[in-house]
């Protein structure tokens, strides 16, 4: 009996930093996957190249992603560290936090890759908003100091709601989770948000301080961003189920159960 369940592909990548036994960790939390399951989808993980590779050229990359991106049906780009600064054309901050070269260059070429040309559906998780952001033409906040007014990095547990955040009315999200007040309440592990959003992108949602919570495009494919981390409610939370199971609905309809006939 065949599998006619949607490819959704996950990136991910080594450590940044090394454990206590000095060796580089290749990770992804195993609540992306599960909830990507259990919204009706098939994960697959996509690993950045490895590296260094001294003849690893952009085409090099290029013909990966694009390998990648002709496996699934829908892209999900989880969360992590900072994305370098430099790819938004500034000096690190002192406020930075850790950065992950394993994954910059890999991830930014991805979601450029598949809005340009596999238009496929994708949703970035906290760090993959911000992928998304940079990738495709915005910029983000290096740190929210001095701008945020309520608490954008919890310090409750991560399956606990924090803060509130404002749908816009029109908007994707809003049709999606059909919240009667247009207001979610989400958890929250951020220093970073989207300060411009991309050509073609507009914020779908935003905390009370004004800060960027959401970002999607204008076109009518599910191509979305959010700062929170629905992988962490799902089992909880209607809205997060919502959330994956339109990435999950959108690859369907982009794969039209075709792949695995």
Known sequence: M?????????????SSVRDNEMRIRTYVSRKYFHA??????????????????EDFTPADL????????????????PGGEDVHPRYQGEDPAVTLDLVNPFRDEFELCLAKT???QHKMPV?????????IAIALGGKVHQDLGGIARVQHSQKSPRWAVSHQVKL????????????????LFTN???????????????????????????IECNSERFYIGVQWHPEETFSGDQASRQLFTGLIDAAARNNSGTRFN
């Open 36 to 53: 990507v399951q259990l919204a009706g989808g098939l994960p697959i993980l996509l690993p950045a190249p490895a590296r260094p590779a």
């Open 188 to 214: 929250s592990f951020h220093h970073q948000a989207v300060k411009d959003f991309p050509p073609g992108f507009t914020c779908s949602a935003h905390a009370s301080d004004g800060v960027i919570e959401a």
């Open 168 to 183: 816009e009315k029109s908007s994707k999200l809003a049709n999606l989770f059909k919240q009667s007040n247009n207001e």
């Open 2 to 14: 065949s599998d006619r369940r949607p490819v959704i592909g996950i990136a991910y990548a080594d």
């Open 62 to 77: 290029q013909g990966l992603v694009d390998r990648y991106l002709g496996m699934i049906d829908g892209l999900l780009l």
């Open 123 to 131: 949703l970035g998780i906290c760090r993959g908003c911000q992928v």
């Open 114 to 116: 598949a809005y340009e």
